[in-house]
């Protein structure tokens, strides 16, 4: 029988290449091959590191300032504004990171400051009155993230539109639970420093580095299938691809055996066991099918469950 790929999700993640066949009309590089043609893409199973950024910067918390003079503010009180709204704008200028408020929120010098925000798509307008803290800055009282960073799997190649795909679901905000609604991002290397093995009621997780990693490619979108974007650096997708495969159809899947690619070493991809136990084939979301982790190599390693790590954030109040 003819090998396909089945880009495989596991809600069980890290573990290797998922599988979201409904995703693939959906998402933005299956619209650039017509749907009568056969794609082939090239399996990764790699773990790689992903930088992200946010389009504007996400509010994921409020907190009372200590004014200079002793008392406590809360100028955010009467705004509107609520955690996972996206500042866009102050005064008029464009907001692009943390510090850039800091920097219009300090020059107010506590004159009221105009702010656009994005709610599920709707743009707000409202204002604040900055209050100056104990150590002299003007604050709103805002907790704002500019940028997420984590490890995760690498999925696939498509050489014919240079594009890949990675992870299997969206990543969303650690604090809101929202999708992170991102401008762009960084695909890059990583080193797996330890993986913690998971248990009954607890889930282990591969623990990595992504500080000085090279460079793989750019990422244009976080979608709730996956995150998606474009290779630059070939040379590097050429020296770690697997042999290009046909993208099999979801009715083309069946129950049984079947062969996942993942990496829990440095520089080491392998190719272990799973049984597919059940096949979801009206699935309208990411969860095509139930699987089995059935290698013993795997399970020893990892106790058969490994999320991805937690992501890494930066904060500004």
């Known amino acids: ?17 998922y599988i979201n066949l409904s995703g693939y009309e959906r998402n933005l590089y299956a619209q650039a091959v017509s749907s009568s ?20 910067v996400l509010v994921v918390g409020m907190s009372e ?7 406590k503010y809360m100028p955010y009180s009467d705004c509107g504004i609520k955690e996972g709204d996206m500042i866009k704008e102050i005064n008029g200028k464009e907001i692009s990171n943390t510090q850039e408020l800091i920097n219009i929120v300090n020059s107010s010098k506590g004159n009221e400051i105009s702010i656009k925000y994005e709610r599920s798509g709707e743009l707000i307008y409202t204002s604040i009155i900055p209050v ?12 704002v993230r500019d940028a997420a960073a984590g490890i995760g799997t690498l999925t696939y190649y498509e050489e014919a539109t240079k594009t890949f795909a990675a992870l299997g679901h969206g990543i969303t905000d650690v604090d809101t639970g929202n999708l992170l609604n991102i401008s762009n991002g960084e695909l890059v290397t ?16 591969i623990r990595g580095i992504i500080d000085n990693g090279e460079k793989i ?16 650096n070939i040379d590097f997708i050429n020296s770690i691809k697997q042999e290009e495969l046909e993208v099999a159809e979801r009715n083309e899947i069946e129950t049984g055996e079947a062969t996942i690619i993942c990496q ?14 059940k096949i979801y084939k009206n699935s309208k979301d990411n969860k095509s099918m139930l699987i089995e982790i059935t290698d013993e190599n795997l ?18 109040k």
Not at 38 to 48: A, D, F, L, Q
Not at 190 to 205: F, N
Request: include cysteine; charged fraction near 25%; aromatic fraction near 8%.
């Open 132 to 143: 100056k803290g104990k150590d002299g800055s003007y604050m709103l009282g805002l907790w």
């Open 217 to 232: 490619g750019e990422i244009d979108s976080n979608t709730s299938i996956g995150v998606y974007g474009t290779v630059t």
């Open 264 to 277: 829990l070493e440095n520089d080491k991809v392998e190719r272990y066991q799973i049984k597919i136990k």
């Open 299 to 316: 399970i020893s390693k990892t106790g058969g469950i490994i999320p991805r790590n937690e992501w890494n954030t930066n904060y500004s």
């Open 65 to 71: 300032i200590d004014g200079q003079d002793g008392n």
């Open 1 to 17: 029988m003819k090998k396909k790929f089945i880009p495989i999700i596991l809600l069980i993640i890290c573990l290797c290449m």
């Open 190 to 205: 990583s080193q797996i420093v330890s993986i913690v093995k998971g248990v009954k009621g607890r889930a282990g997780e």
């Open 37 to 56: 043609t056969k794609r082939y893409v090239n399996p990764i199973g790699r773990t790689v590191g992903l930088k992200l950024y946010t389009n504007g």
